[in-house]
């Protein structure tokens, strides 16, 4: 964050909870995985799903996409 403002790749917290609990919820409707997961990983986190999303957000592979505003575009 560079002067208050939001650079590119980068998520508010609203952001990330948002992305976060989207993915959660596909993964819990039966969506497959984006990473890798061993069984011993999966039984470390109980086989949750906001836990899965996290490490999905964390290794950069969510393919969800965040739409910004500008200033200038909003009425």
Request: no cysteine; net charge positive.
């Given at each position: 964050?560079?002067d ?5 790749g980068?998520?508010t917290?609203?952001?990330k ?7 959660s919820?596909?993964i819990?409707?039966?969506a ?18 906001v ?16 739409k910004r ?7």
């Amino acid at each position: 964050m560079v002067d208050g403002r939001i650079q590119e790749g980068e998520y508010t917290k609203y952001e990330k909870a948002r992305l976060i609990g989207a993915r959660s919820l596909q993964i819990s409707m039966g969506a497959p995985f984006v990473i890798k997961l061993s069984d011993d990983d999966l039984k470390k986190i109980n086989y949750n799903p906001v836990e899965i999303a996290k490490l999905e957000f964390e290794k950069g592979v969510l393919n969800i996409d965040v739409k910004r505003l500008l200033p200038s575009e909003r009425k």
